[in-house]
Each structure stands twice: as structure tokens, then as C-alpha cells.
């Protein structure tokens, strides 16, 4: 993992946020090629999920629409949602070491006094009586700062879905079984952020909810489920690393009648798993408690079964954050025969630099026959040009940054008008037409 976040900083892809002032703990900054990676899999989440989402049980596609809510909503909203009362973490502090850990997670951490201990386990280990600590960061809306103007960043995007539910219902002519999407930054108060960016402070969510009836409900938490992993498994995730774990009943939370998390084997966690998706059965209470808080009928009238409702709603939620994560750690390969050590094998797809053009030498024209294929292609794609240093190492930048295909214009591109074509994963070279590069990666990319 340390080679990993070493790597993520030396090409670009996560830095410390205010790293020149020494980091802030639980906050981080994504890079230019860190931001173009985010973007590619929020965009395919996107058009997946709202754009052409899937077909249905019944062989027709589903109905699905997008959203993007305010990070501060009405503070009452946390109030209906169970925010503000119960959105808290049992932790408890170490009086010998000062350290604070989660009372429920206390195997996770190490002992700061003995490494190879577990929190305490070691006998220098003193920890008080679990304490609740609220997660939610609170802030103040005006120019007056009392409990009157208190506001709090969102902990999650689902609830902006929930207090747009009867807008959308208005607007946008949807009928049950339908679903809203969001993708947006959410704020937890970690005590204790860890592992890279899997536990952060200030994070990004991609949530859909689902609106159903409750007689279908366990049908769509069982689509949902499924459909969900096949998403995870079409970005190149190793099957071998991802797995499904029911909730047990005592971890459920309180409003959910079923949950069960998409895990996937990440170092820190290697031979267990960790989380990366929930899909939770949430029934039918965030309605229920903001029709009583909001005193706004949120009822759903159901023409084909003439009868009048709350739905019951089924919710896909991942971070954005740790899909990022995920995708680099599978990605992350390790190959002694090259110059650069190791590869980055990310789905073409999703690659930040779809593909690299090099002159294989600085003068000849070959310069300027690069610059011709390159403002070519990125009309289309993510693509760079590199004139700097030797041909090998030009190769081993783009294996750390996961590039799939890179282009040389050499000698014989002048004469027959064809380059060489080199591919990541596998390094087998072939000529191809000049005029055929952009064919091939549509090809090859999917696009």
C-alpha cells in the first residue's frame, strides 16, 4: 500500500491536501491525472445508471432520472432523517498514548505504543468508556453565528434525493417503480481517518434511490444487487476480489429492513475485504419521517393498482472516492521486465491517458507528423504527446500512468505513412496506418 500511495504521488493521481503545509489529516487532493480518473468512472456510473440505464426484470428499461441537491439543506432535515440524534460513532481514547480509536473497530488499529498489537491488547494500553461522537461538521448560514443560523454538510447525498422526491414526482411525469441519481462531495467528521482514501473526511458519493412498492421491493433489492456487481466487474475489478456480505441483523441501521455491501479485497485489508457498495433496503421511512417533519403529503397515487402509497425505496450507494481506490490497487501490477517495475493495467476505458504519440526522435519532421496525429485525437480522447528524453523511458511514464497504447512516429512514418503501436499489458509492437489510429482506439476503447 505505501508503493501504491507513493506512485499515486509521483504521477499525478492523489497528493496530501495543503501538502506544502504538511497535510490535514483526512483530506485529499486528486491530481491531474488522479481528476481525470474520477471523471471517467463518475461518467460511466452516469451514463450507466441514468443516461441508458438498465432493462428491467420485465424486459423494458428502467426509468431513471438525475439530480444534484445543495450540500447545506434545511437543518430540520437532519432532524426527520435521525442525523443529528443518532448519526454517531462509539470511540474511545487511550490516557497512555492519547490515541482515540473506535470502540467497534478496535482489532483495525494498531497499538501506537506496540505495532504489533492491536489496540488494547498491549499492557501499556488504558482506554476510558465508549463515548458517542457525532459525525456530521456543522457550520452557519447568515451573518449571525448562534444555534438560530447552525447548518451541517451533508453526510450523505440521499437525503437531497428524498426532499426532492415530490418535486420530481411533479415535474417529471416518472411513474413508479422509478429512480433518482446523484453523484456529490459528502462530509464525515472521522475521528480517526485511515488507509489512504478509503476513510476520509471529505469524500464523494454516488447514490441512486429507487422507488418501488413494497410488494416488489425484495425483487429490486435482489436486481439491484446483482446489477450492481456486474457494473463493478465490467470496469476490469477482479471477480477474485470482490465478494457480497449480508448485514447481520445488530449491524443493520435503523431504518433499513435489509443491506448487503459489495467488499473488495483491498491491501490493507488482504485476505479480508472491505467495503466498497451498499445496497440497502431502506423501506419506506425517509419519506415517512419527511412527510411528518416537512407536514407535506408525499403519498404516491397509483393508477394501475388505484391505491395510495409511500414507496418503499431500494438504494445502490458507493463512494466515488473508493471506487478511485479500487481501481487503482487492482490495477497496480507488478512486472520486473520492465523499466519502469510495475504497470498500471487500468480497463481502457477508463484510463486517465487513453493513448501517448512520441517522435521517436526530436528533428526529421517527425516532430511535427506527432502534432498532426495528436490534435487529432484529442478531439476525441484524453491523449498526450511526449518529445522529451529516450523512447524507454517515454514507455515507462506511460506504464505508471496506465496508459493502454502508445503511438511512435519514427523514420518510416515519413515515407509510409504508418507508426508503431505498442501495447501496455501485453508489449507487442505492430504497424498500422496513420490514418487508421483513431479507428483502432475506438476499437479497442469502446468509444
Same mark, same amino acid.
Not at 508503493?3 to 503545509?21: E, F, M, N, T
Not at 462509539?90 to 467497534?104: I, L, Q, S, T, W
Not at 497499538?111 to 498489537?117: D, R, T, V
Not at 496506465?402 to 505492430?430: K, S
Given at each position: ?135 456530521? %461538521? ?39 417503480? %422509478? ?8 462530509? #464525515? ?95 419506506? %421511512? ?14 404516491? %397515487? ?60 526530436? #528533428? ?84
Amino acid at each position: 500500500m505505501d508503493q501504491i500511495v507513493a506512485l499515486c504521488k509521483r504521477r499525478g493521481l492523489i497528493y496530501p491536501a495543503s501538502d506544502i503545509y504538511g497535510g490535514l489529516n483526512g483530506f485529499w487532493d486528486y491530481g491531474p491525472l488522479g481528476i481525470q480518473l474520477k471523471n471517467n468512472i463518475r461518467d460511466d456510473w452516469w451514463r450507466r445508471m441514468v443516461e441508458c440505464p438498465p432493462i428491467g426484470p420485465d424486459g423494458e428499461p428502467l426509468t431513471l432520472v438525475g439530480l444534484d441537491s445543495a450540500i447545506i439543506q434545511h437543518p430540520e432535515a437532519w432532524v426527520a432523517s435521525g442525523h443529528v440524534a443518532g448519526f454517531n460513532d462509539p470511540m474511545v481514547d487511550c490516557r497512555k498514548c492519547k490515541n482515540r480509536f473506535r470502540a467497534d473497530q478496535l482489532a483495525d488499529y494498531e497499538c501506537p505504543n506496540k505495532p504489533s498489537k492491536r489496540a488494547g491488547e498491549h499492557d501499556q494500553c488504558d482506554l476510558t468508556e465508549p463515548r458517542e461522537f457525532n459525525l456530521m %461538521f456543522e457550520s452557519h448560514a447568515g451573518a449571525i453565528k448562534d444555534e438560530s443560523s447552525k447548518v451541517y454538510l451533508r453526510p450523505e447525498t440521499a437525503q437531497g434525493i428524498f426532499l426532492n422526491y415530490k418535486n420530481i414526482l411533479d415535474t417529471m411525469r416518472v411513474k413508479v417503480p %422509478f429512480g433518482v441519481a446523484q453523484i456529490g462531495k459528502a462530509f #464525515r467528521n472521522e475521528v480517526t481517518p485511515r488507509n489512504f482514501i478509503f476513510r476520509s473526511r471529505e469524500f464523494e458519493q454516488m447514490e441512486m434511490e429507487w422507488f418501488c412498492h413494497e410488494d416488489d421491493s425484495q425483487q429490486w433489492f435482489e436486481f439491484w444487487k446483482q446489477e450492481r456487481m456486474q457494473w463493478w466487474l465490467s470496469l476490469g475489478v477482479s471477480s477474485d476480489d470482490l465478494t457480497f456480505r449480508d448485514h447481520d441483523e445488530d449491524e443493520l441501521a435503523h431504518y433499513s429492513r435489509a443491506c448487503v455491501d459489495i467488499e473488495y479485497r483491498y491491501p490493507f485489508t488482504a485476505p479480508g475485504y472491505g467495503e466498497l457498495e451498499g445496497i440497502a433496503h431502506r423501506g419506506c %421511512f425517509d419519506l415517512t419521517q419527511h412527510q411528518e417533519h416537512a407536514r407535506q403529503k408525499l403519498e404516491y %397515487f397509483d393508477q394501475q393498482r388505484n391505491s395510495t402509497y409511500l414507496p418503499n425505496v431500494i438504494e445502490p450507494a458507493s463512494g466515488l472516492s473508493r471506487g478511485v481506490l479500487v481501481l487503482i490497487c487492482d490495477a497496480y501490477t507488478v512486472d520486473e521486465s520492465r523499466p519502469s517495475k510495475l504497470y498500471m493495467k487500468f480497463h481502457p476505458r477508463l484510463a486517465p491517458i487513453k493513448a501517448a504519440i512520441f517522435p521517436l526522435v526530436a #528533428r526529421d519532421g517527425m516532430p511535427e507528423a506527432a502534432k498532426k496525429l495528436f490534435l487529432e485525437l484529442r478531439q476525441r480522447y484524453a491523449v498526450q504527446i511526449d518529445v522529451k528524453q529516450n523512447i524507454g523511458k517515454r514507455y515507462a511514464r506511460m506504464d505508471e500512468a496506465g496508459t493502454p497504447y502508445c503511438f511512435t512516429i519514427d523514420g518510416e512514418t515519413l515515407t509510409d505513412q504508418t507508426v508503431t503501436v505498442r501495447d501496455r499489458d501485453t508489449l507487442a509492437q505492430e504497424r498500422i496506418g496513420i490514418d487508421r489510429v483513431a479507428s483502432f482506439l475506438a476499437e479497442k476503447i469502446g468509444a
